[in-house]
């Protein structure tokens, strides 16, 4: 019993310390690596009327598992959003109009991004897409990457090669050395 006491008053309470804290530094660092915070378009956010009486849509919190769309999507596209809209028409005689229904979703497929449009309560006669601007639209990600290096201390030249592989980075590395080519071999995370 004495050597335990000794043990955890000695070298075992640091130790401990040290695990606790590196844990901590650790925990912290995989939520920043891994659990990005949400980005700037999908913070929840309150409806607001315009002057013009236009809507700025409330926003929600995003769904981890959202329930089926109300309406078919195109094969192989995914779905980013979904809208649901009701409107009360303006009467165009005495008798008041019932409120209609609109469903929209925003898909990404092989053809881009598409919307698609249905109604419960009536049939959509006319409907456009008008993209505006594409930087909203993202690129195909560059995974390759070659270059030129120079070694300062020794005066001289190599050749590059990297390739990413999801979040692992694979790199090759021609240096010219005194006894010929010196080859390196790299594997890095990506993050």
Request: with cysteine; hydrophobic share 45%.
């Amino acid at each position: 019993m004495r050597i335990t006491n000794q043990f955890m008053t000695d070298r075992g309470m640091p130790l401990i310390l040290i695990f606790m804290v590196c844990l901590g530094i650790g925990h912290l660092c995989w939520r920043a690596w891994f659990q990005p915070a949400l980005p700037l378009d999908a913070l929840p956010k309150p409806a607001a009327m315009q002057a013009d009486g236009s809507l700025i849509l409330q926003r929600s919190a995003p769904y981890l598992s959202p329930p089926k769309a109300p309406h078919l999507l195109p094969a192989g596209s995914k779905e980013e959003r979904r809208i649901s809209i009701a409107i009360k028409p303006k009467p165009l005689t005495a008798n008041d109009c019932a409120p209609v229904h609109l469903d929209l979703s925003l898909v990404r497929g092989e053809d881009g991004r598409r919307v698609v449009a249905s109604s419960p309560d009536g049939e959509i006669i006319s409907a456009l897409d008008l993209p505006i601007a594409a930087e909203g639209m993202p690129t195909e990600p560059k995974r390759w990457a070659a270059g030129a290096s120079y070694g300062v201390n020794q005066q001289a030249p190599g050749l590059w090669l990297e390739r990413d592989l999801g979040r692992v980075r694979l790199g090759l590395d021609l240096n010219k050395a005194d006894q010929g080519i010196e080859t390196r071999v790299r594997l890095g995370w990506v993050f």
